[in-house]
């Protein structure tokens, strides 16, 4: 079954980039996402088709791919960042059989 | 606002069934796919399933396929999740998620369910 690969932490003083990378075989022909999940809360969705931002997510965050490999950037990390982020794609089949990441805790003090 | 509202969820034996329903509101639901997303205790996300706005086509988990029915009622906004022969690794809060270029964009709070003797 397909899968995509995450770092399990990332670790970053505030005001630090924060890089975040997920790898994936189907990535160079899907579109990669990426959620931010807080301890007890739902996720949210923080970037879409690779390098989009929805609305109300600051500009601090942003996507990026290249080959198999997709990366989250979170520029000037602050304490609120703090979290759960996990990829997001779906496998090469042409169907929507969707996969996560295994999440990688991001840790900023 | 969107909004969307799991309910259903709670204790099952092994072997059970339990129907999950996620109400949805603030955006037009039969113009949208909707997953289905399930988070264990302290673990990561996995998704389950994913069904068309109109129903025609339903993709689901190799975990789950066979056991778990996906299916929604555009007439009463509601999306539905048929849990069957719930095994102990089912045990999980689930979410239902709207779409955002076919991925899970908003999320509910999510439902408990766990299957235990």
């Known amino acids: 079954s397909y899968e995509l690969t995450q770092p399990p932490s990332v670790s970053v003083s505030p005001g630090q980039t924060a890089r975040i990378t997920c790898s994936g075989d189907a990535l160079p022909k899907k579109y990669p996402y990426w959620y931010q999940q807080k301890s007890g809360q739902a996720p949210v969705l923080v970037i879409y088709?690779?390098?989009k931002r929805p609305s109300g997510i600051p500009e601090r965050f942003s996507g990026s791919s290249s080959g198999t490999m997709a990366t989250l950037t979170i520029s000037g990390a602050q304490v609120e960042d703090e979290a759960d982020y996990y990829c997001?794609?779906?496998?090469?089949?042409?169907?929507?059989?969707?996969?996560f990441g295994g999440g990688t805790k991001l840790t900023v003090l | 606002q969107v909004q969307l509202v799991e309910s259903g969820g709670g204790v099952v034996q092994p072997g059970g069934s339990l129907r999950l329903s996620c109400a949805a509101s603030g955006f037009t639901f039969s113009s949208y796919g909707m997953h289905w997303v399930r988070q264990a205790p302290g673990k990561g996300l996995e998704w389950v399933a994913f069904?068309?706005?109109?129903?025609?086509?339903?993709y689901y988990a190799d975990s789950v396929k066979g056991r778990f029915t996906i299916s929604r009622d555009n007439s009463k906004n509601t999306l539905y999740l048929q849990m069957n022969s719930l095994r102990a690794e089912d045990t999980a809060v689930y979410y239902c998620a709207n779409t955002e270029a076919a991925a899970p964009k908003h999320w509910g709070q999510g439902t408990l369910v766990t299957v235990s003797s």
């Open positions: 069904i068309r706005y109109d129903g025609s086509n339903k």
């Open positions: 088709e690779d390098s």
């Open positions: 997001y794609s779906t496998d090469s089949s042409g169907n929507h059989r969707g996969v």
